[in-house]
């Protein structure tokens, strides 16, 4: 056969680029030692570091066990990064960080480590559980931080507030994500946690504004129906920045903290997409007697609202929706009053 006319074997996918040390500590199959003891993090089988002139360097299982590639380096950014925090919490190292606060808009700067006592990895919490956790002495959460499992999410399920093990930053932790991508290449914490990406951190703004700010899930749920057990049995109301606090909705004496995400999870419902740039979250609650309850949660560009109604037993609940969302400079609290026909 003409050697030109062969077909050309593409390249064997490199699949494992990291093992656990005899110290359970990762290593980088280009720091392997020939003949060193390395396992797989998620079956703790032996793996060989293969470093030929034929193919890019990479580990083998010594025994074929199906473990997943994008699960065994998952396994590996996560010890990377708790260990490399225990090592600076060890050493009593500050590891200053600084973001914009998605609560307040401001900037601010506060020590990942500050308060935190131990580092833990795979904490149970939620459905997904925390890659790499930072407790306080109480063993109250300070920080999250979680490795990305590349799944897409929807802009509205990525805000600035969701996260992928449902934690809804509350301006209290430190929320990091790091992307699958990452390359634990130095150990610097200024370098690598510029590879992440700081979702939020502790608020001074929001904490001194705390105790007059409705958040807890029960008390939200308990205002938005005290709000409708008066005629008209019907409000709405904007979700605007009060005090230099973002998300925030004035209902009679009571200023709740009310983003997308936290709406969700606290009321649920579903999403509609009237127009690229219009969001409806409706939710129905069903009461004893036959009558419904109604939330909207209304989205219009860069302008929120809520609205929320109380029909009787046998009166129609079909949202009815005119062309309110259509005008030009309509706002969200506009279609929320059409919604709730205020």
């Given at each position: 056969?003409?050697?030109?006319?062969?077909?050309?074997?593409?390249?064997r996918p490199v699949d494992?680029?990291?093992?656990?040390d005899?110290?359970?500590?990762p290593?980088p199959?280009?720091?392997?030692?020939?003949h060193?003891?390395?396992?797989?993090p998620?079956c703790?089988?032996?793996?060989?570091p293969r470093?030929?002139?034929?193919l890019?360097?990479?580990y083998?299982?010594?025994?074929?066990t199906g473990?997943?590639?994008?699960?065994?380096?998952h396994?590996?950014i996560?010890?990377w990064?708790a260990?490399?925090?225990?090592?600076?919490?060890?050493?009593?190292?500050?590891?200053?960080?600084?973001w914009k606060c998605?609560l307040c808009g401001?900037?601010?700067?506060a020590?990942?480590?500050?308060?935190?006592?131990?580092?833990?990895?795979?904490?149970?919490?939620?459905?997904l559980?925390?890659d790499?956790a930072?407790?306080?002495?109480?063993?109250?959460l300070?920080?999250a931080?979680?490795?990305?499992?590349?799944v897409?999410?929807?802009?509205?399920?990525?805000?600035?507030?969701?996260?992928?093990?449902?934690?809804?930053?509350?301006?209290?932790l430190?929320l990091?994500?790091?992307?699958?991508?990452?390359?634990?290449a130095?150990?610097?914490p200024?370098?690598?946690?510029s590879?992440t990406?700081i979702q939020?951190?502790p608020?001074p703004?929001?904490?001194?504004?705390?105790?007059h700010?409705?958040r807890?899930?029960?008390?939200?749920?308990?205002?938005?129906?005290?709000?409708?057990n008066?005629?008209?049995?019907?409000?709405?109301?904007?979700?605007?920045?009060v005090?230099g606090l973002?998300?925030?909705?004035r209902m009679?004496?009571?200023?709740?903290?009310?983003?997308?995400?936290?709406?969700?999870a606290?009321?649920?419902?579903t999403?509609n997409?009237?127009a690229?740039?219009?969001?409806?979250i409706?939710?129905?609650?069903?009461?004893?007697?036959g009558g419904?309850?109604?939330?909207?949660?209304?989205?219009?560009g860069?302008?929120?609202?809520?609205?929320v109604?109380?029909?009787r037993?046998?009166e129609?609940?079909t949202?009815?929706?005119?062309?309110?969302?259509?005008?030009?400079?309509?706002?969200?609290?506009?279609?929320?009053?059409?919604?709730?026909?205020?």
């Amino acid at each position: 056969m003409d050697p030109a006319s062969r077909p050309i074997t593409p390249p064997r996918p490199v699949d494992y680029r990291w093992a656990l040390d005899a110290n359970g500590r990762p290593v980088p199959v280009e720091l392997a030692q020939r003949h060193g003891l390395y396992t797989c993090p998620l079956c703790g089988g032996r793996m060989i570091p293969r470093q030929g002139t034929q193919l890019q360097y990479h580990y083998g299982h010594q025994r074929e066990t199906g473990c997943p590639p994008e699960a065994v380096h998952h396994a590996m950014i996560r010890r990377w990064i708790a260990l490399h925090l225990r090592d600076a919490l060890a050493a009593r190292q500050a590891i200053p960080l600084r973001w914009k606060c998605p609560l307040c808009g401001q900037t601010h700067t506060a020590d990942l480590l500050g308060g935190v006592a131990r580092i833990e990895e795979g904490y149970p919490f939620g459905s997904l559980g925390i890659d790499v956790a930072l407790l306080d002495e109480g063993g109250h959460l300070k920080g999250a931080i979680t490795v990305e499992r590349g799944v897409a999410r929807s802009p509205l399920q990525t805000g600035t507030h969701a996260r992928p093990t449902g934690i809804l930053n509350d301006g209290r932790l430190f929320l990091i994500s790091v992307p699958n991508s990452f390359a634990p290449a130095v150990d610097s914490p200024s370098e690598w946690l510029s590879q992440t990406v700081i979702q939020s951190g502790p608020c001074p703004n929001w904490t001194r504004a705390s105790a007059h700010i409705v958040r807890q899930p029960e008390t939200v749920r308990a205002v938005l129906l005290e709000m409708i057990n008066n005629p008209p049995g019907r409000f709405a109301a904007a979700v605007e920045t009060v005090d230099g606090l973002h998300d925030m909705a004035r209902m009679g004496d009571w200023l709740v903290w009310l983003p997308p995400d936290r709406w969700r999870a606290i009321i649920g419902g579903t999403l509609n997409n009237l127009a690229p740039d219009v969001q409806v979250i409706l939710q129905h609650w069903p009461e004893t007697g036959g009558g419904i309850v109604a939330l909207y949660y209304v989205i219009i560009g860069p302008s929120r609202a809520v609205g929320v109604r109380r029909y009787r037993a046998g009166e129609d609940s079909t949202p009815h929706l005119g062309r309110a969302y259509q005008r030009r400079g309509a706002t969200a609290l506009d279609v929320a009053r059409e919604l709730v026909m205020l």
